[in-house]
């Protein structure tokens, strides 16, 4: 039988903060999710740190808080991640997500968020962490490319996978086309391994993840979808 709630007993709604440094494409896709009921909760807080970036109007014209820490504006890496975190904070949310976040975080600002730091990077890791990862491949003749979902740890881009959606590497690609072929799987499959955060789906057992209580596999789950 199902349980149904009463005005005062309502389902908890689970929330994530944003962080990105530009257009938020990314952003976007995870915003339409939430529309949907398909990302498993609400964006409750975007936050840049570049004047400009077009992921604040996108949120503002969304009715969703927002905020600009300009890491410009700060002596210090440490500076500014403990007023990044304190920012953060006053959403409370369950996730925070990276969407295109051009800053490398300190060791103390990820320990603050163990388990609960999203990011996606445009390669198939452990493969071409780091930057150029679309010329890396073609200079490498890959024939697939790819996008993973990762929680974030202290190592650059190698934190635990949580989900991967390969691409083929067609003959005439250049670093552009195949990083437009990319950036659609990433709209798909980030919104996916939120919902599963979000949901309860995914879990840490003795520092190892898991989803739906089984060991995902190293290079995290396999997107299933159509590239």
Known sequence: ???GFTSTEMPETKSIAVLLSGRGSNFESLLKASRT???GGTVSLVIANRPGAGGLEIAQNAGIATA???HKRYASREAFDRDLAAAIETASPDLVVLAGFMRILTPE???RFENRLMNIHPSLLPLYPGLNTHQRALDNGDTHAGATVHYVNGELDGGPPVLQAKVPVHPDDDA???AARVLRVEHQIYPE???WHLTGRLS???GVLHKDRQPVPLAGCL???DA
């Open 1 to 3: 039988m199902r349980r």
């Open 37 to 39: 009921d398909a990302l």
């Open 68 to 70: 600009l820490i300009d």
């Open 109 to 111: 600002f990820v320990a």
């Open 176 to 178: 552009a086309s195949l």
């Open 193 to 195: 391994a939120v919902n």
């Open 204 to 206: 840490f057992e003795d």
């Open 223 to 225: 997107w299933d979808g």
